[in-house]
């Protein structure tokens, strides 16, 4: 049985919508150097979902400062640690 306190629902809802967002922003850049003919519509998603992607950059910033992220195992090695909250 864990001890562990999750991440709330709204930060994993974030890190997961925006994961498959960015990962469609691959594919749209992707497609636009690939293909000339399909270049406008692809500007035209591209755009839209850049701009989700940095109002939920916004909201995610402030989930984060409301709700503090659970504290790290206390088995993990202090180099990852380290690494972990440099990487944050």
Known sequence: MSTQT??????????????AMLLAMLFVGVGMVA??????WLIALH???????LVLVLVR?????RHPPPPL?????????HAAHLSH
């Open 6 to 19: 999750p991440f709330n629902p709204l930060a994993r809802l974030l890190h997961w919508g925006m994961a």
């Open 35 to 40: 293909s000339i003919a399909q270049r406008e």
């Open 47 to 53: 755009r839209p979902l850049g701009i989700a992607i």
């Open 73 to 81: 195992p206390a088995d993990l090695p202090r180099w990852q640690a």
């Open 61 to 65: 910033i402030g989930n984060r400062l």
